[in-house]
């Protein structure tokens, strides 16, 4: 019971050693690029071009989630429990995910960092979440995006690559076959 209880232990040790640093940069770089979006880009709306139009940054507030999706008066609420419930999900993951499973680990810390980056936003205003990255050509613009979204989504599509690959190593011998006694 100890040896178990101990491993254990090494193991979520293991695991925040890549875990931390990564929640760590990305929670930072989010609110450090969103403060300097606030102060810098007023007017709300109005691009910068950064690499001719198709990089440019203007600020937004969404106060739904990502692609506009809206929900009326009451999605910062819902948004903020979906948030906390994804959150829960992910530490469950996390704390099942072997230590050398650092991809899986290294992604789980992604979307969770960049689920923490805009429940900041969420908590500190009603206006909504900041995003200022903007890309495009001419009217064809990809939705305003921040650096916590670019976590949930390289995290996410990481994760389920990794998932992905689990499944398919997954040994034959566990898939169940018929038997044809005669």
């Given at each position: ?9 090494e ?69 903020m ?55 495009g ?25 990794v ?5 398919r ?14």
């Amino acid at each position: 019971m100890q040896a178990t209880r101990r491993r254990g232990e090494e193991e979520l040790i293991v695991k925040a050693l890549v875990s931390w640093p990564v929640l760590i940069v990305i929670v930072l770089l989010d609110r450090l690029t969103k403060v300097l979006a606030v102060s810098l880009l007023p007017p709300s709306g109005m691009p910068h071009n950064v690499i001719g139009e198709g990089v440019r940054f203007a600020l937004v507030y969404n106060p739904g989630a990502a692609f506009g999706l809206y929900l009326g008066g009451y999605s910062r609420w819902i948004f903020m429990a979906l948030t906390l419930g994804a959150l829960v999900i992910l530490w469950r993951l996390f704390k099942q995910t072997s230590r050398d499973d650092i991809w899986r680990v290294f992604a789980i810390s992604l979307v969770a960092a960049g689920a923490i980056g805009n429940l900041i936003d969420r908590v500190q205003t009603e206006l909504g979440v900041v995003d200022f990255i903007d890309v495009g050509v001419g009217v064809h613009r990809w939705p305003t995006f921040n650096v916590a979204d670019m976590a949930v989504s390289t995290g996410a599509f990481l994760l389920a690559w990794v998932l992905w690959g689990d499944e398919r190593r997954q040994p034959l011998s566990t898939v169940p076959t018929e038997s044809h006694d005669e």
